[in-house]
């Protein structure tokens, strides 16, 4: 049997350990810290890395002639350092030097706690066992905690340990990234602060954020604790102790590892240093803060769960999936000024940015905290500024958000890049993928849909849906032959195509999913003026200077925009069925992995624009964002008259064409595939949990978890599976579950109420709890019922 609840490596594997790193990373989503072992330092193995949400700084290079910044999430100061040697003259803790006689690591994620056990035999035949256990506090988001238990199994004498916090760090961790500065701390101070703690502070060297950690290290042995001798010690970016205690072979002594971590961009903190100093003795035992981390993580699994009792891989995976999503976007970020980082804060991989991901997270948040999607949506709002500015330099009108967004907002895409086949630094063109925005657009919707949340449309949500949309409105052009607007000049959500052969950094013209979106957000921008209160429209009007002429022309837009097809599928962008046809079977046999196809080509002097080949999910992406009855309504209100056959027939067309290089593809095709094609989703699905921890990729997880795919996998089971939709002020279901998932249960928050659902096979029982609030209607297979709380219902197709 599987212990759903935990994920176990039981040797050491150098060769994995940084992936390893990344899936056993702990987080409170204030800050994360990857699972390297306490006693490493970085290099070719082991890569340790501190993760503050939020927390950017800029660095500046030339490459190939031209200066390029860039805006990382900073690897802070290391708080882990924590090794042992034998006595003054033994040699440190070295795991890639030493006899490994027992290893087990050991990431439970019912209690968010890393364990790893390790039993070792030194070059002079001394056996000693370690066990080291760490979290970081979900109950308190500046803290966190490492406790290691040192046994000496067949030795007595001397016991050395050095525990230090070191300020010495780099953003070193992604190769490709390695001809580019990576020094981000500066002006390290360290200091000592008692006996047993230290502290060091740091800023980064752009933006300027002091950074304070502090760390307290006592000594737990059973029968000699007053005989631990502590000797401070400091390099320039390195402070701590070494503790010495006299052990005797069988005597286990523990070394208890507190930390405090501030900042200067934190709320109710005067000075990070002072803070971190000042809560630092406040702090109880590593146990009693175990003990409310514990009790937090029980809290968040009522709310988050998901049972799944039939599949004990997916139950597993599910949880390991829902545990890195909250590391990285908890209760406490609701108070932060972050938003959702494409890899989690679990490493370095695309620099810590902002893309359209939260289009993917934003489902499983919504139904179960949603204030918490509330506030990352005010991560974009507070941007929309830098978005209106970014407009309007570009000679458009509304808000341009970024493609890859940081601290202030501003587009942090690369504008070159370097093909590691090739060693070839190329243009990047991925600034103009503006359907940024029209993600954002939708997840305001889908936020409001969920919610009913009238003042949060009225503050925020209206302004951001009226700039998208004006943004959009700008962007199409009329085209009098067509006699419909056209859209020029994209890159879809497929990264593959950032133009035509003849001009491939220019974009493609009319991407269908770029069009559609536009159309739709036109509408629900309009529609949103329309919720809100006279009052509230009445402000918005004025202070944005829309007028009715405007919403008018938006809703003449959104029936008139051109959306291309070919041999009765929809095209993904135009002229896309001209280009040539890949040869997939001899690049499959010639390179075995061809996800990165774009790589392979460039590197063959070739370039995959010329190709029918889609790196992932782009027209697809219309049909994870739409039941087929709401897309063909879209349509209709384009002016196409397009029949359901359409859908099965656009998916056989590209599925052979797609190249699956982002792990959000499998997300999409599992999600499309689920009523038509039973066999291929499983194999998505299964892709889908394995992406992280089998990395499916063959690299890219040791530098971050791919968080939309991890989220995505858990909105398969609860909203695909189910056919969950939110829409008209109502839950529409149409459960669909596969048999071999055995029960799948969860809790959903809905417009202020709490229910369960109980799905198995096409039947799904949902139940309100007893409580105040409306009934809540549920639509299924033709058959409503309108829930009060205290109630249940069951349904079946
Ligand atoms: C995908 C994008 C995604 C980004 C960050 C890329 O590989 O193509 O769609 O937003 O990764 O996850």
């Not at 800050?31 to 070719?44: H, I």
């Not at 000679?395 to 690369?414: K, L, V």
């Amino acid at each position: 049997m599987v212990d759903t609840w935990h994920l176990v490596f039981d040797h050491y594997d150098p060769a994995s350990e940084k992936l390893r790193e990344a899936l056993c990373t702990v987080g409170n989503g204030y800050f994360a810290c990857r699972g390297a072992a306490p006693e490493v330092s970085a290099n070719q193995t082991h890569y340790p890395g501190t993760y503050i949400a939020g927390l950017f700084n800029r660095l500046t290079d030339v490459i190939a002639g031209t200066t390029i910044s860039n805006e990382s999430l900073v690897n802070i100061t290391n708080w882990l350092p924590l090794n042992f040697r034998a006595g003054e003259s033994g040699r440190w803790f070295d795991i890639d030097r030493t006899d490994v006689l027992e290893y087990r690591q050991d990431l439970d994620m019912q209690r968010a706690v890393l364990e790893r056990i390790v039993k070792v035999r030194d070059e002079s035949g001394r056996i000693t066992k370690l066990i080291q256990r760490r979290f970081v506090s979900m109950d308190s988001p500046h803290v966190a905690a490492l406790q290691v238990t040192i046994r000496p199994e067949n030795w007595s004498g001397s016991l050395e340990v050095r525990s230090a916090l070191d300020g010495g760090i780099r953003n070193d961790l992604v190769e490709r990234y390695r001809d580019l500065s990576s020094v981000h701390l500066s002006s390290v101070e360290t200091t000592f602060l008692t006996h047993d703690s230290v502290l060091i502070e740091a800023q980064t060297s752009e933006s300027r954020i002091r950074i304070a950690v502090a760390s307290r290290t006592q000594v737990r042995h059973d029968h000699n604790a007053e005989s631990a001798e502590y000797r401070p010690f400091r390099t320039s970016a390195e402070i701590g102790h070494i503790i010495s205690v006299p052990v005797t072979a069988g005597q286990e002594v523990t070394f208890d590892k507190v930390v405090t971590v501030f900042t200067g961009r934190d709320n109710a903190c005067g000075s990070p240093s002072v803070a971190a100093a000042r809560w630092l003795p406040r702090q109880g035992s590593f146990r009693a803060l175990l003990g409310k981390h514990t009790t937090a993580w029980k809290r968040l699994w009522e709310q988050f769960g998901i049972d799944v009792d039939g599949d004990e891989r997916t139950q597993r995976v599910i949880r390991l999936h829902l545990l890195h999503v909250l590391q990285t976007l908890s209760p406490h970020v609701a108070d932060l000024d972050v938003g959702v980082p494409a890899r989690g804060l679990h490493g370095e991989a695309y620099r810590g940015h902002i893309f359209w991901d939260d289009l993917f997270v934003f489902p499983v948040l919504n139904l179960r905290l949603p204030a918490l999607t509330a506030a990352l949506s005010r991560y974009r709002y507070r941007r929309l500024p830098e978005a209106r500015h970014a407009a309007f330099v570009a000679g458009y009108q509304g808000a341009m958000f970024p493609w890859q967004s940081g601290s202030d907002g501003r587009e942090e895409s690369q504008t070159l890049h370097l093909n590691p086949r090739s060693g070839r630094w190329n243009v990047d063109a991925s600034q103009r993928a503006h359907h940024v925005g029209l993600a954002i657009a939708y997840n305001v919707w889908q936020y409001y849909q969920a919610t009913a949340d009238h003042e949060f449309l009225a503050d925020y949500g209206a302004e951001i849906l009226v700039e998208i949309a004006r943004f959009w409105a700008s962007r199409t052009e009329f085209d009098t032959t067509r006699q419909r607007f056209v859209i020029r000049g994209v890159i879809g959500p497929d990264e593959f195509h950032s133009g035509y052969p003849e001009a491939p950094y220019d974009g493609i013209d009319n991407n269908a999913y770029t069009n559609v979106l536009t159309a739709w957000t036109l509408r629900k921008a309009g529609e949103s003026l329309s919720l809100i209160s006279a009052q509230s429209r009445a402000e918005l009007f004025a202070a944005l200077h829309i007028d009715e002429g405007e919403i008018a022309r938006w809703d003449h837009i959104s029936r008139r925009i051109f959306v291309p097809f070919h041999d009765g599928v929809i095209c993904q962008f135009e002229r896309y069925e001209t280009l040539r046809e890949l040869d997939w079977g001899q690049y499959r046999s010639r390179h075995g992995d061809i996800q990165r196809l774009d790589r392979i080509l460039e590197a063959e002097g070739e370039d995959v624009n010329s190709y029918q080949a889609s790196k992932q999910a782009d027209v697809l992406m219309l049909f994870y964002l739409f039941s087929s009855s709401e897309l063909l309504e879209v349509f209709s209100h384009l002016g196409y008259q397009v029949t359901p056959d359409i859908i099965p027939r656009t998916i056989e067309y590209y599925l052979p064409r797609t190249s699956h290089g982002s792990t959000l593809s499998a997300a999409v095709h599992a999600w499309v595939l689920a009523r038509s094609r039973r066999s291929h989703t499983k194999d998505f699905y299964s892709d889908l949990l394995d992406a992280d921890l089998t990395d499916i990729q063959g690299g890219t997880t040791s530098e971050g978890i791919h968080l939309a795919a991890m989220a995505g996998s858990v909105d398969i089971l609860q909203r695909c599976f189910s056919g969950l939709e939110l829409r008209d002020d109502r839950i529409i279901l149409n459960p669909c579950y596969p048999e071999s998932l055995g029960t799948v249960q969860f809790g959903l928050r809905y417009r202020g109420s709490r229910l369960t659902v109980r799905a198995k096979g096409t039947t799904v029982e949902v139940c309100s709890a007893p409580g105040p609030g409306l009934p809540v209607r549920i639509d299924c297979n033709g058959a409503t019922a309108d829930l009060p709380p205290g109630s249940c219902e069951v349904f079946a197709l």
